[in-house]
């Protein structure tokens, strides 16, 4: 080999490893910090995992061994910070030549579906097919107001046009408030953004407003590197390559599903599809582990699932109501939305049953909970009250016996004795993620029994109230001092599997878990467990609750007939002798039907007679000490309820991190939801 040949290679392995040495000296600079606008459903301090965007971001980091932190700010303000390089980067960003200007673009992900809103009881000649005609589409807008946020997203799309009367606002909340008052013509906004803040700042607005279809293209999301920073493009290299594993894993997808912005594919075959969408729980898995035997004895039809978790099934499921989407044929609802839904022609009433479906052999508690002027639009799958689930084999080596009917002060007093960090056992573990059915379900069960109440007969909210902060008070205690590490963190998911493997010592929770604690492939304790009624205070009015998931057909489906044979195979007698001969007894879903509580069933499930007795006990209709003008027990029954009672429960969850005294977040939550109410009337008119 000739020196030239040897110099070469030295010469090129020397810069090889500069190469390398710089960016490793560039990657290994403390994390990569990004500024971010809220953009709800993509990205959000309060959202699941702070949303789809900032998850991918994150993950996708992970991947190439890198730290990301993502700090919100105001949209104009994030996108100056990052502009002048005192972030690393801006999210999310559309592509375009201006944004090139300042910034270097990170590879594309899935983003939004730009389109415009309008009021639905204004009637515009808009031509959806001139989207591949943008002079043309541009044209018949010029006789309209549109309402654009200055700065953000939507701008660019509009500056094909100098014609265009756009009025620029400072956030697409103020984009649909001047849209519903009728002081713009139409709103640009991404479809999923417009109904996410209908559900969860401005619920009066639900169903009022139609989204445009097809106006302009789905538009990727990018991350915008600043140029200011020396290591811009190294860091933007090591994203790409993380994305790209994201994608050929198909994690990328898992994460989409996951935040229910992957949609459900329509089949390719003859067959109808019906599009179900699930709440990720035991007896909704249940269900669809079974579905099978339906698409067997139906072969015309073909079932599509998105299982969602909790708060995100409810974010879905109303947006798809808010603008009028029709995504599904069939939803898993509870009472709060089949009563609201319902008196809002949301649903499809369901009046006519064959005669083996025995309605009337459904509990009498629930079925009224699914009604609507006494008319059902939604059928039980299965129905649930609250109680008492505790380690037997903990109690006894305290000491300590649990009564039938214990109340706070013995709860607290049992999970000081058996709070066992050093072992990681705690002594309870309480709903602690916040949402109007999580943290809130159980902390307005026990505003109940300590004498407490939402409102007044006026509709006049009464939460910075003695009641009030002694729940919250106990609530923090219990907690704080005897629960799990960082207890804002756990949904009831969570804690079931933290209860199953022997890490909770307490649970007060949903009757429907006892299945699964019960269970030997599942349960870690399943003969260590004890069940009792739900704690109470001052009262025991209103201290269990009443709930019920049940299947209802959406007014918008185009497959009624189809859905309603689906939800009347899924909650019949045969549905649950089937479960019960397919997984056993125990996996039966509850509560919904008195020929459940047979002798079979009692023999096998030695729970089910407490079940039993705490559903047909509840009693809505009187679910405080004081009268109230709602009938619900651990929510109030009005549409603004899940939005404020969401807002609520931020509030409490800022409690358990510190973050606020309990004074302070009742203050706060009394505000809020008296600005609510007055926005949505109950100050003008009484219901």
Sequence with gaps: MGVTMISRIIFGSLAVLVCLNLTSRVLAAPKVVLAAAERRPYIGETLPNRGYVHQIVKEAFEREGLEVEIQFFPQARARAIARNGGVDGLLPVHGSSEMAQDFILSAPFPGDQMGLLKRKDRHFDLQEHLVDQPAKLLEQLTPFRIGVVRGGLTAGLVDQSQHLQTEQVSSDVLNLEKLY??????????????????????????????????????ADFHIAFSKERERATTVRDAFDRGLRQLITEGRLQ?????????GIQRSSTNKRTLRIGAVAN?????????????????PDIELQWLVLDEPILRLRT?????????????????????????????????????AEYSVGDLITPVRQSLSFRDVLYALPLYAESSMTYFRKDLFKK???????????????DFAAKIHDPENRVYGICLRGNAGWGANMALVTTMVNTFGGRWFD???????????????????????????????????????????AEGRCGIWIDATSFAEALSDPLRSKVHDKLGWTNAPTANTPIGARWLWAWGLSIPESSKAKEASMRFILWATSRDYIQGVAQAEGQVAVPPGTRHSTYAAA??????????VYEAINAANPAHPTLEPVPYQSIQYV??????????????????????????????QQSQVLVREQMNISGYRRHRR
Aim: net charge negative; aromatic share 12%; glycine share 6%.
């Design 457 to 499: 007969l006026e509709w006049n909210p009464v939460l910075d109230t003695k009641p009030w902060h002694q729940a919250l008070s106990f609530y923090r205690e219990l907690l704080q001092q005897y629960g799990p590490p960082e207890p804002d963190k756990f949904d009831y998911n969570r804690i079931l599997e933290l209860f």
């Design 637 to 666: 029954d009005i549409p603004e309820f899940a939005s404020m009672g969401t807002r609520v429960g931020e509030k409490v969850k800022h409690v358990l991190k510190g973050e606020l005294s309990v004074e302070q977040a009742l």
């Design 181 to 218: 008052r009728n002081r713009i013509d139409l709103a640009l906004m991404d479809k999923y953004t417009a109904a996410d803040l209908m559900v969860s700042q401005l619920p009066h607005m639900i169903g009022q407003l139609d989204f445009v279809q097809g106006i302009f293209a789905k």
């Design 254 to 262: 898992k994460i989409l599903a996951y935040h229910g912005l992957a």
């Design 601 to 610: 069933y009692h023999e096998a499930v030695p729970f089910g007679a407490s």
């Design 282 to 298: 035991p007896h909704l898995l249940t269900l669809k582990r079974m579905s099978p035997l339906f698409e067997q004895q139906n």
């Design 318 to 354: 109303q947006s798809d109501l808010a603008i009028s989407e029709g995504l599904f044929d069939v939803m898993a609802i509870g009472p709060y939305e089949a009563k609201n839904w319902a008196e809002r022609g949301w649903l499809t009433a369901i009046d006519r049953f064959p």
């Design 398 to 412: 305290a000491g300590i016996q649990m009564p039938e009917s214990p109340s706070y002060v013995d709860i607290r």
